[in-house]
């Protein structure tokens, strides 16, 4: 498992951006399937985005389609998420996670993922 430290969270106005990151704390990062995924008061914890080991493939919750953009860095072990034209329903604390890609095919689901960060708050405010 590599160890996963997500930054950048806070508290931005409707409509406003912000940018997290993800940074990695071995090279195998690079091998790792990444997904970002965030829990809100008294919900279950929901997918958000994935990207493939290499970038090549993204994949997006419907709720934040056209909104968020996610990317990565494997030179520098990174994963970032960039949040566009937020709402106040994307308030929560946001998870980025991992897990060795075997398959082309990326999971959206949390099973899947066996490496965790600590998560970071995102508050929207109107």
């Known amino acids: 498992q590599v160890q996963l430290a997500e930054s950048g969270g806070g508290l931005v106005q409707v409509g406003g951006s912000l940018r997290l990151s993800c940074a990695g704390s071995?090279?195998?990062?690079?091998?790792?399937?990444m997904g970002w995924f965030r829990q809100a008061p008294g919900k279950e914890r929901e997918f958000v985005s994935a990207i493939s080991w290499s970038g090549a493939y993204t994949y997006y919750a419907d709720s934040v389609k056209g909104r968020f953009t996610i990317s990565r860095d494997n030179g520098n072990n990174t994963v970032y998420l960039q949040m566009n034209s937020v709402k106040p329903e994307d308030t929560g604390v946001y998870y980025c996670a991992g897990y060795r890609q075997k398959q082309i095919v990326v999971s959206l689901t949390t099973a899947s993922y066996d490496s965790w960060g600590q998560g970071t708050q995102v508050t929207v405010s109107s």
């Open positions: 071995e090279p195998t990062f690079r091998t790792y399937a």
